[in-house]
T-cell receptor
């Protein structure tokens, strides 16, 4: 079974600064998909960014970008110019096929003024 | 456009009681799934369905039943609730195809407490 590891249970960043959340995964597949989801206190699951394993270029969505290192099986999320609204639980997730995700245990991000 | 609707939002049960968590989507999605979220555990897949009449087990299926009689609905049944089933439950749906091109749409969750 594929496993997803988020080694940072909690992280803190000051407003306007940059923070990187770590994620590693274990798989023997060559083509798969990786995601970062944000869960604010409202409990809603919000897709932040996604990456296809066969694409070398790192995905970017506005202030959010990833550092995808396929050989190292690493998929970190960088949040630039952090805002108070970025405070949330962040989950890294792996998918092999079309309907289900394997999630990491999450990283709680605190944003301080 | 309602998306994925879960009811109820909160529920308290006594050990041994049964109940059904409802999930409905209005996007004509083929795939639907149930996850549970426990503190420090992330989300874990309980059951999933790739279409009406087809269901299968996920990572943690014990104690739960599902059925998929229509494309829109995917209820999750607890036949005899146990304290270990205290959790937040999420329903999700997506189009058929790669999960990259049709990411999961999540409901807002049901917080279940079993005493």
């Amino acid at each position: 079974a594929q496993t997803v590891t988020q080694s940072q249970p909690e992280m803190s960043v000051q407003e306007a600064e940059t923070v990187t959340l770590s994620c590693t995964y274990d798989t023997s597949e060559s083509d798969y998909y990786l995601f970062w989801y944000k869960q604010p206190p409202s409990r809603q699951m919000i897709l932040v960014i996604r990456q296809e394993a066969y694409k070398q270029q790192n995905a970017t969505e506005n202030r959010f970008s990833v550092n995808f290192q396929k050989a190292a099986k690493s998929f970190s999320l960088k949040i630039s110019d952090s805002q108070l609204g970025d405070a949330a639980m962040y989950f890294c997730a792996y998918a092999l096929s079309g309907y289900a995700l394997n999630f990491g245990k999450g990283t709680s991000l605190l944003v301080t003024p | 456009n309602a998306g994925v609707t879960q009811t109820p939002k909160f529920q308290v049960l006594k050990t041994g009681q049964s109940m059904t968590l409802q999930c409905a989507q209005d996007m004509n999605h083929e795939y639907m799934s149930w996850y549970r979220q426990d503190p420090g555990m992330g989300l874990r897949l309980i059951h999933y369905s790739v279409g009406a009449g087809i269901t299968d087990q996920g990572e943690v299926p014990n104690g739960y039943n599902v059925s998929r009689s229509t494309t829109e609905d995917f209820p999750l049944r607890l036949l005899s609730a146990a304290p270990s089933q205290t959790s937040v439950y999420f329903c999700a749906s997506s189009y058929q195809g790669t999960i990259y091109n049709s990411p999961l749409h999540f409901g807002n969750g049901t917080r279940l407490t079993v005493t």
